[in-house]
């Protein structure tokens, strides 16, 4: 656990140092499903896909 909060950290203040805030957005929501296929298995990837997200 601990490593993952060092790389949310870090990618947070690589975001801030290099102005890169339109990043913010999509390493969040690539973070957010890979937290569910963590959890819950690949099947609940293939719902994002199907429905066009």
């Keep these: ?7 949310f950290k870090e990618m ?3 975001i801030r ?6 990043l ?3 390493l969040l929501m690539l973070a957010f499903l890979s ?3 963590y959890h819950f298995g690949p099947a609940i990837l293939t ?4 429905a066009g997200f």
Excluded at 1 to 7: A, H, P, Q, S
Excluded at 47 to 50: A, E, K, N
């Design 17 to 22: 140092r290099h102005r890169m805030y339109f």
């Design 12 to 14: 947070l203040a690589m």
């Design 47 to 50: 719902t994002f896909v199907y």
């Design 1 to 7: 656990m601990k490593r993952l909060v060092y790389i």
């Design 35 to 37: 937290f569910l296929v």
């Design 24 to 26: 913010a957005p999509i």
